[in-house]
């Protein structure tokens, strides 16, 4: 009887010969994907800080604008603004919008008698990352408000009908 021989069977190798063979070669792409990946990866999540940066700015410059806006509205305008960076002024006499166009309708139906506009603003900036330009963002949000009255006591009658029109 004669023996088993075994067949050794002959190794594959990765790499054809030839340009072609090159191509279709499949060792290495797992380091070559984790190499265009990574950058790509650093890119988009920094796009979604910077995004998540300028917004929760945004939303913090509006809400210390309108806070501190109606503050002083609330204390008839009278005094000093509440401070830090919000600059409570005047309201432009060239002004639109609801407010404007309410105050216009009021002189128009009784000349005496006035509302005084406050207007606030503030502003703050956030630095874009180099990938999108390296430059400053400015975020400037702005409020226009009627002022309270004064307290005077409790008036009259005619006393309260007398300073509206006097």
């Not at 990866?41 to 806070?67: D, E, P, S």
């Amino acid at each position: 009887m004669r023996a088993a021989t075994s067949k050794k069977k002959p190794t594959k190798k990765l790499r054809r010969p030839g340009f072609l063979g090159w191509l279709r070669d499949v060792a290495g792409n797992a380091t070559t994907e984790t190499v265009i990946m990574i950058p790509v990866f650093v890119i988009i999540w920094g796009g979604i800080a910077y995004t998540h940066q300028r917004y929760r700015k945004a939303i913090n410059v509006g809400q210390l604008t309108r806070a501190h806006t109606w503050q002083h509205a609330f204390a008839a305008c009278e005094g000093d603004g509440p401070g830090g960076s919000t600059t409570i002024g005047e309201s432009p006499s060239d002004s639109s919008g609801f407010i404007g166009g309410a105050v216009d309708l009021l002189l128009a139906i009784a000349p005496g008698f006035s509302i005084d506009e406050i207007r606030g603003e503030r502003s703050t900036s956030v630095d874009r990352p180099a990938v999108l330009g390296e430059s400053t963002v400015n975020i400037q949000h702005s409020l226009t408000v009627m002022c309270n009255e004064p307290d005077r006591g409790d008036p009259t009658l005619f006393d309260a009908a007398w300073r509206l029109f006097f």
